[in-house]
T-cell receptor, first 114, second 114 residues
């Protein structure tokens, strides 16, 4: 498996509190992504990064922010968690080759907002 | 943006039969089409991918076909086995140098029965 780890693996938090999820890679891949997975919706892109300090929004970015200060770390922050953000969050990394590169996923973080 | 539709959402086959999952995409700029398998509680893992300059690709019991004119691609699994039971996701993506994004379908739950 690619060297990608997410922390924490599970978290329960209260509505209105800030939450930060961490993704750490040891592959030196340029691209990093945050997806959320919900039943019936598959994997939806929240934000992605194409380099240190270079980030862009995905299709479901409202309520989320990201930061990438080092190649190996990509942080996802929920500024004020809501129940609709209860989900499984996956980080992924890729190094594009030609027309596209394989995305490797982390183990996922199960977040419950109560 | 890209939109990927995947059918069927659930598929039940008997062991030894074939399974076919179909996806359509909307953005003609997409040129990379991976398929991921996700077992219960695990991370999605790439099982096969195809690029736009190729019409078909095989890897043992799995194959993928791509029709760029019709904007659809399919996953074929032959001689299905119980360990093939999982959720399968198709995706469509492209790489432009500063963007490398995958859009996923909503998934197909494949059940292989004895």
């Amino acid at each position: 498996d690619a060297g990608i780890t997410q922390s924490p693996r599970h978290k329960v938090t209260e509505t209105g509190t800030p939450v930060t999820l961490r993704c750490h890679q040891t592959e030196n891949h340029r691209y990093m992504y945050w997806y959320r997975q919900d039943p019936g919706h598959g994997l939806r892109l929240i934000h992605y990064s194409y380099g240190v300090k270079d980030t862009d929004k995905g299709e479901v970015s409202d309520g989320y922010s990201v930061s990438r200060s080092k190649t190996e770390d990509f942080l996802l922050t929920l500024e004020s968690a809501t129940s609709s953000q209860t989900s499984v969050y996956f980080c992924a990394i890729s190094e594009p080759q030609g027309t596209g590169g394989e995305a490797f996923f982390g183990q996922g973080t199960r977040l419950t907002v109560v | 943006g890209e939109n990927v539709e995947q059918h069927p959402s659930t598929l039940s086959v008997q062991e030894g039969d074939s399974a076919v999952i179909k996806c359509t995409y909307s953005d003609s700029a997409s040129n990379y089409f991976p398929w991921y398998k996700q077992e219960l509680g695990k991370r999605p893992q790439l099982i096969i991918d195809i690029r736009s300059n190729v019409g078909e690709k095989k890897d043992q019991r799995i194959a993928v076909t791509l029709n760029k004119t019709a904007k659809h691609f399919s996953l074929h699994i032959t001689e299905t086995q119980p360990e093939d039971s999982a959720v399968y996701f198709c995706a469509a993506g492209f790489y432009t140098g500063t963007a490398s994004k995958l859009t996923f379908g909503t998934g197909t739950r494949l059940q292989v029965t004895l």
